[in-house]
């Protein structure tokens, strides 16, 4: 058998035993894909979700108006609830954690409920990392080549074994695919999120841009360059609107700490969860204040 048989064997079989565990999301190329890991839940992308609602298409034509179940928007990932009927849920792969450079995969995906595409491709690189629906960063992503359509974001990465390795979830430089990585952690959110379990984190509330940008920004209109996150958007009734923190403000401190990256000022919100309250250092224009930002 040549090897181009082979792989023509590898995604037939995938569309075969895997295609009909692969859900599509909305009508339309705009919305995502899923896939089903357990009964009457079906797993996607965090970002791929407006609203408490959305139409899920199965391999069959059927389609269904499932429920948001739970979500983790730092992990971009969602939960839906549907009638998913005798589907079994896909396998998790044992060794997804050590996915290795070069390591074949498959890519499956339902864009928008517009039919199952099953692409090969091969792992490029591990441990990358790129942010959330809310700026988080999530690491340990699983970079691979194997093409997506647009609306395939939330459909899974599985290895020869149709076993799940990652969820699709970003389009990187070069058209490569990010996933995240289908490992124990993983697993035990997802669990979480099947049981409507949706985590709790302190929320400040705000959209930021990063050090290099305030810096530049700054020196634009002539103020003192300082390192810190720009402020660029404030959530009505969030935590920072409460706190007086206005679009433009220079996040230079928390909790007695400068800030010098995004993921410090992370950290510190977590840290002052348990407490429920947090001190900011902000820049406005010229001048330098403290806020404390009630986190209740």
Same mark, same amino acid.
């Given at each position: 058998?040549?090897?181009?048989?082979?792989?023509?064997?590898?995604?037939?079989?995938?569309?075969?035993?895997?295609?009909?565990?692969?859900?599509?999301?909305?009508?339309?190329?705009?919305?995502?894909?899923?896939?089903?890991?357990?009964? $009457?839940?079906?797993?996607?992308? @965090?970002?791929?979700?407006?609203?408490?609602?959305?139409?899920?298409?199965?391999?069959?034509?059927?389609?269904?108006?499932?429920?948001?179940?739970?979500?983790?928007?730092?992990?971009?990932?969602?939960?839906?609830? @549907?009638?998913?009927?005798?589907?079994?849920?896909?396998?998790?792969?044992?060794?997804?954690?050590?996915?290795?450079?070069?390591?074949?995969?498959?890519?499956?995906?339902?864009?928008?409920?517009?039919?199952?595409?099953?692409?090969?491709?091969?792992?490029?690189?591990?441990?990358?990392?790129?942010?959330?629906?809310?700026?988080?960063?999530?690491?340990? @992503?699983?970079?691979?080549?194997?093409?997506?359509?647009?609306?395939?974001?939330?459909?899974?990465?599985?290895?020869?074994?149709?076993?799940?390795?990652?969820?699709?979830?970003?389009?990187?430089?070069?058209?490569?695919?990010?996933?995240?990585?289908?490992?124990? @952690?993983?697993?035990?959110?997802?669990?979480?999120?099947?049981?409507?379990?949706?985590?709790?984190?302190?929320?400040?509330?705000?959209?930021?841009?990063?050090?290099?940008?305030?810096?530049?920004?700054?020196?634009?209109? $002539?103020?003192?360059?300082?390192?810190?996150?720009?402020?660029?958007?404030?959530?009505?009734?969030?935590?920072?609107?409460?706190?007086?923190?206005?679009?433009?403000?220079?996040?230079?401190?928390?909790?007695?700490?400068?800030?010098?990256?995004?993921?410090?000022?992370?950290?510190?919100?977590?840290?002052?969860?348990?407490?429920?309250?947090?001190?900011?250092?902000?820049?406005? $224009?010229?001048?330098?204040?403290?806020?404390?930002?009630?986190?209740?």
């Amino acid at each position: 058998m040549t090897v181009l048989e082979e792989l023509e064997g590898a995604i037939q079989t995938a569309a075969e035993r895997t295609g009909p565990k692969v859900i599509g999301l909305g009508q339309g190329w705009g919305r995502g894909s899923g896939f089903v890991v357990g009964s $009457g839940r079906i797993l996607t992308n @965090a970002h791929n979700l407006r609203g408490d609602e959305v139409t899920v298409t199965f391999a069959d034509g059927r389609r269904e108006t499932g429920r948001v179940l739970a979500t983790d928007q730092d992990l971009d990932l969602a939960v839906i609830e @549907a009638d998913t009927a005798d589907i079994e849920p896909i396998e998790w792969a044992e060794d997804a954690e050590a996915a290795p450079i070069g390591r074949s995969v498959l890519a499956l995906a339902n864009p928008g409920g517009r039919g199952l595409r099953v692409t090969p491709g091969f792992v490029s690189a591990t441990a990358r990392s790129f942010r959330g629906p809310r700026g988080r960063r999530i690491s340990g @992503a699983i970079e691979h080549t194997a093409p997506l359509p647009r609306g395939s974001s939330g459909g899974p990465l599985i290895d020869g074994s149709g076993r799940l390795l990652g969820i699709n979830a970003i389009r990187a430089d070069g058209g490569l695919i990010l996933a995240i990585p289908a490992d124990r @952690a993983t697993r035990e959110r997802v669990e979480q999120l099947g049981r409507g379990e949706s985590p709790k984190r302190a929320r400040l509330g705000v959209a930021i841009a990063p050090p290099r940008v305030a810096r530049r920004l700054r020196r634009a209109v $002539g103020l003192p360059e300082r390192d810190g996150v720009l402020v660029r958007a404030v959530e009505r009734g969030s935590a920072a609107d409460r706190a007086g923190i206005e679009r433009g403000d220079l996040i230079v401190g928390a909790a007695g700490l400068d800030l010098d990256r995004v993921e410090a000022l992370y950290e510190a919100i977590d840290g002052a969860q348990a407490e429920g309250r947090l001190e900011l250092t902000i820049v406005r $224009g010229a001048d330098e204040r403290t806020v404390s930002v009630s986190l209740s």
